[in-house]
């Protein structure tokens, strides 16, 4: 008859092989993955359930294979034997779920793998000794040791530990190469998530910068000026070319010259006047020295292009644009004042106002400003204040 | 002949569409408008067959113009880009050209009006008819919200007053629009529009079912399934106009 330890080390070959049938699936429910911005849950539900009957078949297939052994090599399945078994599935499911809380709470599982190999070596270590006492424990008050293995504690103790080595030591791998490729993968996700999220994002803003309705009718304008007036169109196609490239490069930079951005807006605003003609007169009071001065790229655009479209286009008698750029104080000083009102009408452009003033202050800090209010009763005033960089 | 005006706050859109119906020697570009109020006055005033409309103007836009219109005439679209607008033409399968003009798109939308107005003569009211009286076969404009609706006199049911408005039962639809009843009833043919009671005028060619009430008064089911009762004073007229 063999004895209990040697018995374990027969069933220790199984014990590779059920291991890696019995696939962990960790839960890491509620765990929120950071990413950027980026908040998702990781898992599903259902994971924690995945687990335990991931913890519970398999201790309980290795108790089983147990049983057959001890049957098939005529060993008589005892009381002993039966009690052995529960204390032996018992501490091997309450040793690493502790295990496994640990690795959790400590968020082991998010470290390289150099730095987690030593700490969840020591774990298995601990994690097999506490293993091994908790069945002595069991063992001497249930009164199940077996008469012939009698060993002095110390040895015994190294047996049992070792014993346990080879069990644990497989499910530690199982429990960490599960989730080190559950991690990876689901990282590629997220970066695949992240990378579309910025292109929708791309799109949106390239869409927000440039209004079709305003493609569309500058192209119904140079349609009809073909045969009114050739040389016009030609321009008026050169000026809508430039809107368009420089719309699509805007958002691989972070700051253009002013110079840049105001021959876009009056390339802008000169096929703006093909549409509106009387209607919309423009006016520019432009300081020289605030030409090199850096701004975020398409900003102006959309003030003026707002101001069009809330101001101008809402007149029946039209009205007018002026753009005023200068120095004031320590800062360079943006003006755009159009005809019209400001109203509840201006709400659903909150967002071009809102994000307009963020991203002053992610380029230029929190003294960087922006507002809009109405002055004279029917002009609508726009400023930013950027400012002056001293150091160049 | 059609005669059509053409409404459009800029200069070179009109020209533009001009010179694309000069390819169409049956419509006749009577007039042009820069507004709404314009627009408005030109159609009572030369009351066109066809109107090509931009719906973002300055002022009031294409379809305040179209709900402020005793009679809508028979009206395409035109705009540069506008989700929205596109959005109620698809719900309601209005007419529209997107500038710039596709002169395709133009020949079928013409073509079709010609289609309906072969089914329905437009112009064939004798002149003598009294403008102010809205005729079975006239359309309204009726906006509510973000929707709009082209919708034939016959077609409509029912209006029931709901404070200073009057809810329009047609097909699914029971729209609000800010008219009084007491204004709609002297609008409308009488032939047609009968009102039933203080609350209500109901299409006469579409009562489904006609049963006697209390008080002498009459019910009649419409053939949406609503239910209208016929003040008793209301019920000697309509016996009269129903037994000639």
Known sequence: ?????????????????????????DDQEGEKVRFGSIHCISMPKNANRYYWWCQISGWGFLALVMVLFSSTLDQKITQKLVGFLVIFVF??????HIFREVIRRSGWLLLPVEKALPKLLVGVLLICVADSLIRFAFIEALDLSTSKSKMDFISRLLATTFENGLLIIPWTLIYYFYHYIENSRRQQLDTLKLEALVKELELKTIKAHINPHFIFNALNSIRALVDENPVRARTAITELSNILRSSMQAEKLETVTFEKELNIVKDYLALEHIRFEDRLQIEYVIDEDTLDQPIPPMMLQTLVENAIKHGISKQIGGGKVKIVSDFKDNYHELMIQNT??????????????????????????????????????NTVEARVLIPIDMSK | MIRAIIIDDERLARNELKKLLMDFPEIEVIAEATNAAEGVEKIDSLNPDLIFLDIQMPGKTGFDMLSELERAPNVIFTTAYDEYALKAFEVNALDYLLKPVEPKRLADALQKLQLEEDK????????SVNRSILGEHDQVFVKDGERCWFVKLSDIRLFESVGNYAKVYFGANKPLILKSLNALEERLDEKVFFRANRKHIVNLRLIEKIEPYFNGGLLLEMKGGEKIEVSRRQTVKFKEMMSL
Not at chain 1, 4 to 18: C, K, N, W
Request: glycine fraction near 10%; charged fraction near 15%.
């Open chain 1, 91 to 96: 501490a091997g499911i309450l040793t690493t």
């Open chain 2, 120 to 127: 329905e003569p437009i112009s064939d009211h004798p002149i």
């Open chain 1, 340 to 377: 019209g009102y400001l109203n509840g009408a201006r709400n659903g452009d909150g967002f071009g106002l809102a994000s307009t003033k963020n991203r002053l202050q992610i380029l230029f800090g929190q003294k960087a400003n922006f507002d809009i209010r109405e002055i004279d009763g």
């Open chain 1, 1 to 25: 008859m063999l004895s209990t330890p040697a018995f374990m080390y027969h069933a220790e070959p199984m014990a590779y092989l059920i291991w890696p049938l019995v696939q962990f699936r």
